[in-house]
């Protein structure tokens, strides 16, 4: 679903709720540039030659781009996953992002645009004016502490020091001292305000040039120092003098500090999606925002009841482990932080400790493909592997009604259909090495590790995240379950792959081994495709009817003896993620892998309770106070 300025408010709760319901969230970025191509061109070069770049030589080419260049949209894929149906429903939304910050917020920023980044957007059909026109508003932290400290120096402006020589100023300070001390000695009560203005300008209604900036803050300063009792009101080319009111004073005062939170909150736009994902603060959100229809006029509707679903929501997403999945993610992680936190740390390690306290999962379908790869980049591609894995039939996903784009068009290099694609490679790839048994560790040692069988000590510490996720369970329900507002049903979903298959009495998965070479040489991963899609042997055909396809059909559990057998993704708490999760692929440098595990996991680097870690901590307090993290 494209979403664009005019429609991001009306879909935010949405979008929120998508969030805090999902499995996973899939991401990917369209940038206006990336680390040039001189630097890739040595790069190869130190390759054929037997040296590489280290990690962190790598990450400080992606920083000073990331500083120099723009995101200019995003796509989102949330999915739930059904373990009732065994379909992944998928919501993909693809956001542009305006870069032209609102002008009173008096935040600048210097972007540039790389010619060969431009190049390849337009072969896509990238709409260059898209961003500007339609895109939606964001605001950093880091940009909004900034904006914040700007609007409290506009209270506290030091004075003008007016030069001997500047004569034109010392005579225009001397006519206003002039009519104010006349206007002050007045034997009646009215005029009560006096109008500073150029000589002329009332006179001519106002066709003459009034005041300029510089005249109205000598006007402003000279009240301020000689007259305590009078104040200054700014009017379009003259300043307005009046006696003191605190009533008044008192509700202007306000009204400018409603007006500026207004502007910031209007400002953060995109970012708001993100704090949702980090459990971040939503609390200026103002739940009457969401009292516009989708063409932004206002519509009749119980404010309590709105109030009480934001709160609610805003518990669940408070509650929330968010996992991120993007493909050849490092780079698009180190953009994403740039453009919705801040500035990057200067040492990739403090920027692995600060991705993994934001995202405790980070999941790259580019290290998935290729972790046991001998080779690099075989057939690891986004489009690459989208091809090999759409030809599979399990797990089926399904895209929701509400978003369906990309039912009928595939728009390769759109950040929202790449991010559907990331999507479908993790459930599909993970599911399919899952079901070979067969798990390889960052140093090539292989172990098996039986579908459904976790240590004891691995799921007490993934706690946390089995709350706050849902978890696939080895039980299978023959019920079919009430739907909630939280619950996506397949009713609202067009499925893709609608093959099932059932059986009367499930058996135990036994791991199915693959040969060292079946994942790790080139042009070997349709290996991964022969395996039986039943794995451990639960396919009976003789029970395994051909159900109606079509995007309306429903599908239900088999009544009596049937119980469904379906292909799913590994658990979050199984052993799998601790081989494949947290470590980005980053292919020519010396180490291959970005690792995001904590140093201070413990043992094995695993995750768990204390990855709970919330978005109001040390980070937030460094950004706002103008510190580098």
């Known amino acids: 679903m494209d979403v664009d300025r005019k429609t991001f408010l009306w879909?935010?709760?949405?979008?929120?709720?998508?969030?805090?319901?999902?499995?996973?969230?899939?991401?990917?970025?369209?940038?206006?540039?990336?680390?040039?191509?001189?630097?890739?061109?040595?790069?190869?070069?130190?390759?054929?030659?037997?040296?590489?770049?280290?990690?962190?030589?790598?990450?400080?080419?992606?920083?000073?781009?990331?500083?120099?260049?723009?995101?200019?949209?995003?796509?989102?894929?949330?999915?739930?996953?059904?373990?009732?149906?065994?379909?992944?429903?998928?919501?993909?939304?693809?956001?542009?992002?305006?870069?032209?910050?609102?002008?009173?917020?008096?935040?600048?920023?210097?972007?540039?645009?790389?010619?060969?980044?431009?190049?390849?957007?337009?072969?896509?059909?990238?709409?260059?004016?898209?961003?500007?026109?339609?895109?939606?508003?964001?605001?950093?932290?880091?940009?909004?502490?900034?904006?914040?400290?700007?609007?409290?120096?506009?209270?506290?402006?030091?004075?003008?020091?007016?030069?001997?020589?500047?004569?034109?100023?010392?005579?225009?300070?001397?006519?206003?001292?002039?009519?104010?001390?006349?206007?002050?000695?007045?034997?009646?009560?009215?005029?009560?305000?006096?109008?500073?203005?150029?000589?002329?300008?009332?006179?001519?209604?106002?066709?003459?040039?009034?005041?300029?900036?510089?005249?109205?803050?000598?006007?402003?300063?000279?009240?301020?120092?000689e007259h305590p009792g009078l104040v200054t009101i700014s009017r379009p080319g003259f300043i307005q003098i009046t006696s003191y009111n605190k009533k008044r004073e008192d509700a202007i005062s306000q009204s400018k500090k409603l007006a500026f939170e207004e502007r910031v909150v209007r400002q953060i736009g995109f970012r708001w999606i993100v704090e949702g994902m980090v459990r971040g603060d939503l609390s200026a959100i103002d739940p009457k925002t969401f009292t516009r229809d989708i063409g932004g006029d206002p519509y009749w509707i119980d404010l309590n009841v709105v109030n009480r679903r934001f709160e609610e929501l805003k518990v669940k997403l408070a509650d929330k482990l968010t996992v991120l999945v993007g493909h050849n993610a490092f780079m698009d992680l180190i953009n994403f932080y740039q453009c919705f936190f801040g500035q990057l740390p200067d040492r990739v390690e403090d920027f692995q400790s600060i991705m993994h306290q934001i995202f405790p999962m980070v999941v790259d379908t580019k290290y998935l493909a290729s972790h046991s790869s001998k080779v690099m980049n075989d057939r690891s591609g986004l489009e690459e592997l989208s091809e090999d894995l759409a030809k599979l039939t399990e797990p089926v996903i399904a895209i929701h009604k509400e978003t369906p784009n990309y039912t009928s068009i595939q728009p390769l290099h759109e950040a929202g259909f790449d991010s559907y694609l990331t999507a479908m490679i993790l459930i599909r790839l993970s599911s399919k090495i899952e079901q070979a048994g067969r798990y390889v560790d960052s140093d090539d040692e292989s172990y098996e590790t039986p579908p459904g069988a976790h240590d004891a000590k691995l799921q007490t510490s993934a706690k946390t995240l089995a709350t706050s996720t849902p978890m696939r369970t080895t039980s299978h329900s023959q019920s079919v379950p009430q739907q909630t507002e939280n619950t996506t049903s397949s009713e609202n979903a067009q499925v893709l792959n609608p093959k099932r298959r059932f059986t009367e009495t499930p058996k135990p998965s036994s791991p199915t081994r693959l040969t060292p070479s079946a994942f790790s040489h080139p042009g070997r991963f349709d290996l991964l495709d022969s395996l039986s899609d039943e794995g451990g042997g639960e396919q009976h055909p003789s029970h395994s009817p051909s159900p109606p396809s079509g995007p309306d059909h429903v599908l239900r559990p088999a009544a009596d003896n049937f119980l469904p057998a379906f292909k799913m993704m590994p658990q979050w708490d199984s052993d799998f993620w601790n081989v494949y999760g947290n470590k980005l692929r980053v292919n020519g440098t010396v180490e291959g892998v970005c690792d995001l595990w904590c140093r201070e996991m413990g043992e094995n680097g695993r995750w768990g309770e204390e990855l709970g870690v919330k978005m109001k901590g040390e980070v937030e307090k460094k950004v706002e106070g103008g510190e580098e993290v």
Not at 104 to 124: M, N, W
């Open 11 to 225: 879909q935010l709760p949405r979008i929120l709720n998508a969030i805090a319901t999902a499995h996973f969230v899939s991401f990917d970025l369209e940038l206006s540039g990336i680390p040039g191509k001189v630097g890739r061109k040595i790069r190869r070069f130190d390759e054929i030659n037997g040296t590489k770049q280290t990690l962190q030589e790598r990450y400080q080419e992606a920083k000073e781009a990331a500083g120099k260049y723009q995101v200019l949209q995003i796509g989102l894929t949330c999915v739930v996953e059904d373990n009732q149906s065994g379909i992944y429903t998928v919501r993909p939304y693809n956001f542009f992002l305006n870069p032209v910050p609102e002008e009173k917020l008096d935040i600048e920023r210097v972007f540039s645009y790389q010619s060969g980044a431009v190049e390849f957007l337009l072969a896509h059909k990238f709409r260059m004016e898209a961003p500007f026109l339609q895109g939606v508003n964001y605001l950093s932290r880091e940009e909004e502490a900034l904006a914040r400290r700007i609007e409290l120096s506009k209270r506290d402006k030091e004075d003008i020091q007016i030069r001997s020589s500047d004569v034109d100023s010392l005579e225009f300070v001397k006519r206003v001292r002039h009519e104010i001390e006349t206007w002050k000695s007045r034997t009646t009560a009215y005029p009560d305000f006096i109008n500073i203005s150029s000589p002329g300008f009332e006179l001519s209604a106002h066709t003459e040039r009034g005041l300029n900036n510089f005249q109205k803050r000598l006007v402003h300063q000279l009240v301020r120092a």
